[in-house]
């Protein structure tokens, strides 16, 4: 037999695994030190109040004959599909019940959408970003070519008339540099999708961390999306759901590729390959859409931008270069003295205590640049900031 090869591309480990294990070490190594966790984007508050209320109900349903419920429908249950079609009609986006799928995760889906495409396709993904993009292409032997995201271009990148790319990721806000396309630059990249066949597969995991007006909450507030543009989004950051787990897609049905739609095509490997997000789930998830889940999510959600102000004011102060912070929960920080991401990484963890994710795990071009996150809890992440002003600051003095 034959194994898939490409695995043998892979880097060793994913990089959350591999900055855990990190962890795991020190800690074995030294028990007697505090460490905080600024690594993975990790939620660190409960789940909101009408979310575990909801979570309770639908318990007490499944324990009765009468309210038992077996396997769900193919694509999510319409209570809950219907509150994200109303969530998306509040930003102006009009969808229709069947462009909704409900999922386990945006990172699932983010990978398994892969299998619509054949292996021959070019894909474009920006550097830096989200390691899932690159290592779930690596796995199925396609070309990837990277779009630089660098300070020059405010870490986003615009689309390149000279490069030809049949799938493109673009993350916006962005993991990790915090960096959000305004209306008119998602713009260019839709016309570009349509002018070149392409599919844009845009994921919009953070968007509930939008500040600026003039950065859409979804690619569907373009003009032209829905005939190149699949999206991605989760409950994980927005509701606090990392552990509970459901996300949605949105597969228009207007997009069509190779004359087939692939709303038709995720629905055929769906319901092949997947039975669903649990109801209990489902009810808690349609629970973060009523008013008094909007309410409680958008207190978390608070709570997680003044950590990433603490960070941000402890970089302002240690005179450190940084982005990010006001569309996003990410903070993208270069690493003082001119430190390399990954002995960054090792210095602050050693010195501090601080562990963080280093801006080479998410690409080459994030080489130097280091990211922190506000998902902490807000005492720890105020001991952090501290411990990581005085840290930089040595380093830039040495
Ligand atoms: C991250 O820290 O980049 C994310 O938590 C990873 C993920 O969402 O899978």
């Known amino acids: 037999m034959k194994i898939n090869q490409n695995y043998g591309n892979l880097a060793e480990s994913y990089l959350f695994s591999t900055i855990g294990k990190k962890v795991n070490a020190f800690t074995a ?7 905080i966790r600024l690594g993975i984007g990790d939620v660190t508050l409960p789940l909101a109040r009408p979310v575990i209320e909801a979570l309770h109900a639908a318990t007490d ?4 004959k009468a309210t038992f419920r077996g396997y769900g429908p193919d694509q999510g249950y319409d209570f809950l599909r219907t509150a ?5 009609a509040r930003h102006g986006v009009a969808l229709e019940l069947d462009e909704i799928f409900v999922g386990d995760g945006a990172k699932s889906d983010v990978g398994n959408i892969l299998e619509l495409f054949d292996a021959d396709n070019t894909v474009l993904v ?5 390691p899932v993009y690159v290592d779930t292409n690596v796995m199925a032997g396609r070309r990837i070519l990277y779009a630089s995201a660098t300070r020059e271009n405010d870490f986003l990148p615009m689309p390149d008339a000279c490069v030809r790319a049949d799938i ?5 806000p962005n993991n990790p540099t915090g960096a959000a396309y305004t209306r008119a630059q998602l713009k260019a990249w839709v016309d570009y999708a349509n002018e070149n066949d392409a599919v844009l597969l845009f994921d919009a995991a953070y968007e509930r961390f939008i ?3 003039d950065v859409p909450h979804s690619i569907f507030e373009i003009d032209g999306a829905k005939t190149c543009a699949i999206e991605f989004c989760s409950l994980s950051k927005t509701a606090g759901f990392t552990g509970t787990r459901c996300s949605y897609t949105v597969v ?3 997009l069509k590729r190779g004359g087939t739609k692939l709303n038709a095509m995720w629905l055929r490997r769906q319901t092949t390959k997947y039975n669903g997000v649990s109801y209990i789930v489902q009810r808690a998830a349609a629970a973060v859409f009523t008013d008094a889940g909007r309410q409680a999510t958008g207190e978390a959600i608070a709570y997680y931008r003044a950590n990433a102000a603490m960070i941000a004011a402890a970089l302002n102060e240690a005179g450190v270069w940084y982005c990010g912070g006001k569309n996003s929960p990410y903070l993208w920080m270069e690493c003082p003295g ?3 991401s990954w002995d960054f990484f090792d210095y602050l963890l050693e010195h501090a205590g601080v562990v963080g994710t280093p801006g080479a795990g998410f690409g080459a071009r994030g080489e130097g640049y280091f990211r922190l996150t506000g998902f902490g809890d807000a005492q720890k992440t105020k001991r952090a900031a501290q411990k990581l002003r005085e840290a930089a600051a040595a380093l830039q003095s040495r």
Request: charge should be negative; aromatic fraction near 8%; include cysteine.
């Open 29 to 35: 190594a030294h028990p007697e030190r505090e460490v």
């Open 61 to 64: 349903e499944m324990a009765e």
């Open 84 to 88: 994200l079609q109303a969530e998306y």
């Open 126 to 130: 920006p550097d830096p970003v989200y």
């Open 168 to 172: 493109i990721y673009i993350c916006s």
């Open 211 to 213: 500040t600026e007006p």
């Open 252 to 254: 228009p049905m207007a």
């Open 338 to 340: 001119g430190m390399a």
